[in-house]
């Protein structure tokens, strides 16, 4: 069964300043999606990133970044210039490509990111 | 273009009651996938609806259930509440297509059972 493991329950920044969450997995497929996603305090999920595994390029949305790093099962994300509004819940998640389950979301348990003004 | 609504926003059950939560799918989505968020946790699947029928199911009991209807709106009843079900529960809308793999979330629905 696939795993995904979020080992910073918590995090800090300072606005404007960059900080990374990290987040490492385990399945046995070569075919598969990762995303993050961000939770406010309002409830909804909202995606913020995602990256396929046969790319090898990082995906780039905006001030965030991933680190994909497919060998060592590991998947961070970086916020530059972080703002106010990035204060949120932020889950990774692990989806197969194809095959049984491939539409389900598999996540970690979550980092409460928080910005200090 | 309609987001994802759920209903309703939060509720409150005794142990043993059952209880309905409902999903309308954003506009064009014809997959409905139901997720179940406890407190402190990530979500947890529970199921998926596409074509009217349950097409993959997580590690919850069958006293989970779910419907989709022809419009693709969807139902979650759980039956003989427990204590532990009490959750936000997660409703996300999607295509049937492996090239279009995101997942629309809801704003969710808070139980509480006493």
């Known amino acids: 069964a696939q795993t995904v493991t979020q080992s910073q329950p918590e995090m800090s920044v300072q606005e404007a300043e960059t900080v990374t969450l990290s987040c490492t997995y385990d399945t046995s497929e070569s075919d598969y999606y990762l995303f993050w996603y961000k939770q406010p305090p309002s409830r909804q999920m909202i995606l913020v990133i995602r990256q396929e595994a046969y790319k090898q390029q990082n995906a780039t949305e905006n001030r965030f970044s991933v680190n994909f790093q497919k060998a060592a099962k590991s998947f961070s994300l970086k916020i530059s210039d972080s703002q106010l509004g990035d204060a949120a819940m932020y889950f990774c998640?692990?989806?197969?490509?194809?095959?049984?389950?491939?539409?389900?979301?598999?996540f970690g348990k979550g980092t409460k990111l928080s910005v200090i003004p | 273009e309609t987001g994802v609504t759920q209903s309703p926003t939060h509720l409150i059950k005794t142990r043993g009651q059952q209880v309905t939560l409902r999903c309308s799918s954003q506009s064009g989505h014809n997959t409905v996938s139901w997720y179940q968020q406890a407190l402190g946790q990530g979500p947890q699947f529970i199921f998926q609806?596409?074509?009217?029928?349950?097409?993959g199911r997580g590690n919850f009991p069958p006293r989970f259930s779910g419907l989709q209807f022809p419009n693709y709106s969807s139902e979650l009843n759980v039956n003989a509440l427990e204590l532990d079900d009490s959750a936000l529960y997660l409703c996300?809308?999607?295509?049937?297509?492996?090239?279009?793999?995101?997942?629309?979330f809801g704003p969710g629905t808070r139980l509480t059972v006493t």
């Open positions: 998640a692990y989806r197969p490509g194809s095959g049984a389950g491939s539409y389900q979301l598999t």
């Open positions: 609806y596409y074509r009217e029928e349950e097409n």
């Open positions: 996300a809308s999607s295509l049937y297509d492996p090239e279009s793999y995101e997942q629309y």
